[in-house]
């Protein structure tokens, strides 16, 4: 099983922009359901995890250049480069937090809404990658 992309969250949000091709995906997952009632949850759900990955994307990128740039600094106190690249790393770092969270939250309203059954041991938002992964 594959793991969420950039690529592919962008790839299903094009997708599920179409309310037919929505309705499709969401009337195999919840046959009882209103297909037209989960599709606000489910482009909430892609959301979230868009802004999510966009925000560990730049943890790693803050983190990169982070290291390449004390690998090179002098010894003694940090340059006020290096402070704010701390900074930024630690702002960037919150941000993931949070988005990590809206997506939390998003994934317990579409399992909620949507009647997905959920393993034992597995949080909804694992429980929503998974199905958002067999979608693509």
């Known amino acids: 099983m594959g793991k969420l992309t ?3 969250i962008d790839k299903l949000c094009t997708r599920f922009a179409d309310d ?4 499709t995906a969401l009337a195999a997952l919840a046959a009882f359901a209103d297909a037209a009632a989960l599709r606000a949850p489910l482009r909430e759900l892609l959301d979230a995890e868009h802004r999510y990955l966009q925000a560990e994307f730049e943890v790693a990128q803050v983190a990169d250049v982070l290291r390449r740039d004390q690998k090179y600094a002098p010894v003694g106190r940090p340059s006020v480069h ?3 690249l701390r900074k930024q790393q630690a702002a960037t770092k919150q941000a993931a937090l949070i988005a990590r969270q809206v997506v939390a939250q998003a994934a317990q309203t579409f399992v909620r809404v949507s009647g997905m059954t959920v393993k034992a041991k597995q949080s ?6 998974a199905w958002l992964i067999a979608q693509r």
């Open 6 to 8: 950039l690529a592919g």
């Open 20 to 23: 037919a091709a929505c309705d």
């Open 82 to 84: 290096i402070v704010q």
């Open 124 to 129: 909804p938002s694992d429980a929503c990658a």
